[in-house]
């Protein structure tokens, strides 16, 4: 997988305005507050006519992970420097931050993802360091960073902009 996926292109139209819907639900109220019935009510159709384009919550659930997955892969590329990496990742994360700790947190049903999907999103760290362990310890403090900064628990008490710098540094 070279291009960026379309983690939605088996979807009917309809199917991908629910998901759609469910995304701004998502970044507006919390994973917590999206029932299947809340999301019928969003996109004005009865909850029993959501199960026709999804088994349910974890479906839509997947479905928005796969979206999360694509659109941070896409916005990782191309990789030229682990800060400019960096940079990318820390702006996709606090951008839709609630799409973020859905994709990120929590168990990972990689059965529900397209095939490649998830390889494709962590390529960029691969790139950046050139070694598979090194890329997950990259990925590791920069997911912990982004978490600290959505949460508002950086121990710092401040913007964490000196150590977001501070670590590109470390591994350019």
């Not at 639900?25 to 026709?52: C, F, H, Q």
């Not at 973020?100 to 990972?108: E, Q, V």
């Amino acid at each position: 997988m070279t291009e960026s996926p379309d983690p939605l292109h088996r979807l009917t139209p309809r199917a991908r305005e629910i998901i759609a819907a469910a995304r701004a639900m998502l970044e507006r109220d919390g994973w917590e507050a999206i029932t299947m019935r809340a999301l019928a009510d969003e996109v004005g159709m009865r909850a029993p006519s959501l199960y026709k384009h999804f088994a349910g919550k974890d479906a839509v659930k997947s479905a928005l992970v796969a979206v999360a997955l694509a659109e941070s892969g896409a916005a990782l590329r191309p990789v030229t420097t682990v800060a400019a990496l960096l940079t990318a990742y820390r702006h996709t994360a606090r951008s839709n931050p609630n799409l973020y700790r859905l994709a990120t947190g929590g168990p990972l049903d990689r059965s529900a993802l397209p095939e490649g999907l998830e390889d494709w999103a962590g390529a960029p760290f691969f790139e950046a360091t050139g070694d598979a362990h090194a890329a997950q310890a990259l990925w590791a403090a920069a997911h912990g960073m982004a978490v600290l900064e959505i949460d508002g628990r950086f121990p710092t008490g401040a913007a964490p902009e000196a150590t977001w710098v501070d670590l590109a540094a470390r591994w350019d």
